[in-house]
């Protein structure tokens, strides 16, 4: 299911401490780009935030959930 585009909007205007962030739909869905690489995907109108060296500290205890079903971890 597609976000709703007010979804997109409003966790871009969340962000703006973080840096320059683009949002661009794709496969049906809304990926989050921070200074031009994904980091996040908003899918059924969640936030995915990708899982990487830099997000740990920020995200300790995090619910891991994948994007979509069949996505890999």
Not at 13 to 25: T, V
Not at 31 to 43: P, R
Not at 59 to 67: G, H, N, T
């Amino acid at each position: 299911m597609a976000p709703d585009p007010g979804t997109a909007a409003h966790v871009a205007e969340r962000m703006p401490a973080a840096g320059q962030i683009g949002l661009r739909k794709m496969f049906g869905e809304c990926t989050v780009y921070l200074q031009g690489k994904v980091v996040a995907l908003i899918c059924d109108n969640r936030l995915v935030v990708r899982r990487t060296a830099g997000t740990v500290p920020l995200l300790p205890d995090p619910q891991m959930v994948p994007p979509h079903p069949g996505a890999k971890p």
